[in-house]
Structure formats: structure tokens, C-alpha cells
T-cell receptor, first 114, second 114 residues
Framework: GENVEQHPSTLSVQEGDSAVIKCTYS??????FPWYKQELGKGPQLIID?????GEKKDQRIAVTLNKTAKHFSLHITETQPEDSAVYFC?????????????FGSGTQLTVLP | DSGVTQTPKHLITATGQRVTLRCSPR?????VYWYQQSLDQGLQFLIQ???????AKGNILERFSAQQFPDLHSELNLSSLELGDSALYFC?????????????FGPGTRLTVL
């Protein structure tokens, strides 16, 4: 199965600064790399994802970069705002084939200080 | 709002008791997943159903069981409850079974075992 490590476990940044969270995985068959955001009292929500044929993907202030050779991908949040404060999870997986469950990283608590 | 509903929102019970958690997937989704989120274990996959049939099993205890009904709603039954079963339980749904389908998470049920 997939072994997923996520760093850091906690991250505090000043509003307006950037935040980077890294996820390392073990399964070379993984080809889909999503990031989830979980706000207090809510379930995880997909915020951005990338597939293995792409090295980077951007959506406004968030981006994901992938290094398949090194088996890691990162979430980048620029111009952070207080509403970015949440727990972020990575969940790499192999997208084709039969039923698959998500293996989540251990989560990163991001706090954006005003 | 993901479109996935879970009831109840909170549940407080005693050790040794049995509880049932309910999940209604998004309209059109055939696949339902159950996850447990605790402070020390992170987000753990329990079990998946697709169109009424069990499709994948994760770290689900023998004291726990689930089913998916013809109307596609699902129930997670937890019996002989222990203090360590206190956690958030999330249901997620997706259109299909394979990993290429995005999973949408419900708001969760917080279970407290006293």
C-alpha cells in the first residue's frame, strides 16, 4: 500500500506571506495527487489536484507542483488570508483500475496570523 | 455544501453500547466510503460500498459493520463501543468506484463514548 508522509505538521504564517506543504509518497504507481482542505467542523474538501503527466497546476492563489522522480508533491498558497487557516491533507493514489480508497497524509495545520 | 448528508451530527453514548450512523450520498453517486478521524490516527479509511455491494475494506474493526441500501444511503453500525472509538466519522460519495472519481465528504458525525 501507499506510505504517505506530510510535512510540516503545523505551519504558522503572517497574512500575505506564502505557505508550502510537502507530501512524500512511496507507491510509484500513483498518478493522481490531490490536496484537501478541512475547515473546523467540516469534512475534507478537494481544493486542487494534479495528474502525473503535468508538473505544475495553478488555481488563483494555490498551486501544486509534482516531482515524480523524487516521489513528492507540494501545495503552495500565496498571499495567504485568514480564511486559509485549516488542516490540509494530501492523498496520492493510482487512479485507474478497481476500487481504491484514499490514503491520507497526517495533515498540516495551517494558521494564518492577521 | 458537498451534497452529502450525515446524521446525527453529534452522538454521545456509553461504553458497550451500539450506535448507527447514517449517510446519504450526493444525487447520482453510487459509491459510498466511510472514514474515521481521530487525533492520534488521522483520517483512516474504513469501508466502501458501490451500488449496494461492499467493494473495499480498510482498517475496520470486527465490531463495526456497514451496509448500503437500495436507495443508496448507507449506515455504519458500531457495537460494543470502547472509549477509543470516540472520533469523527465521515462519509464520502463518488460517482464510480475507481480512484479517478472525486470523493465528496459529508460534514461528519462526532461520536463521544463515555
Amino acid at each position: 500500500g501507499e506510505n504517505v508522509e506530510q510535512h510540516p505538521s503545523t505551519l504558522s504564517v503572517q497574512e500575505g506571506d506564502s505557505a508550502v506543504i510537502k507530501c512524500t509518497y512511496s507507491d510509484s504507481a500513483s498518478n493522481y495527487f490531490p490536496w484537501y482542505k478541512q475547515e473546523l467542523g467540516k469534512g475534507p474538501q478537494l481544493i486542487i489536484d494534479i495528474r502525473s503527466n503535468v508538473g505544475e497546476k495553478k488555481d488563483q492563489r494555490i498551486a501544486v507542483t509534482l516531482n515524480k522522480t523524487a516521489k513528492h508533491f507540494s501545495l503552495h498558497i500565496t498571499e495567504t488570508q485568514p480564511e486559509d487557516s485549516a488542516v490540509y491533507f494530501c492523498a496520492p493514489r493510482e487512479s485507474s483500475g478497481s476500487a481504491r480508497q484514499l490514503t491520507f497524509g497526517s495533515g498540516t495545520q495551517l494558521t494564518v496570523l492577521p | 455544501d458537498s451534497g452529502v448528508t450525515q446524521t446525527p451530527k453529534h452522538l454521545i453514548t456509553a461504553t458497550g453500547q451500539r450506535v448507527t450512523l447514517r449517510c446519504s450520498p450526493r444525487s447520482g453517486d453510487l459509491s459510498v466510503y466511510w472514514y474515521q478521524q481521530s487525533l492520534d490516527q488521522g483520517l483512516q479509511f474504513l469501508i466502501q460500498y458501490y451500488n449496494g455491494e461492499e467493494r473495499a475494506k480498510g482498517n475496520i474493526l470486527e465490531r463495526f459493520s456497514a451496509q448500503q441500501f437500495p436507495d443508496l444511503h448507507s449506515e455504519l453500525n458500531l457495537s460494543s463501543l470502547e472509549l477509543g472509538d470516540s472520533a469523527l466519522y465521515f462519509c464520502a460519495s463518488s460517482v464510480g468506484t475507481s480512484g479517478r472519481w472525486e470523493q465528496f465528504f459529508g460534514p461528519g458525525t462526532r461520536l463521544t463514548v463515555l
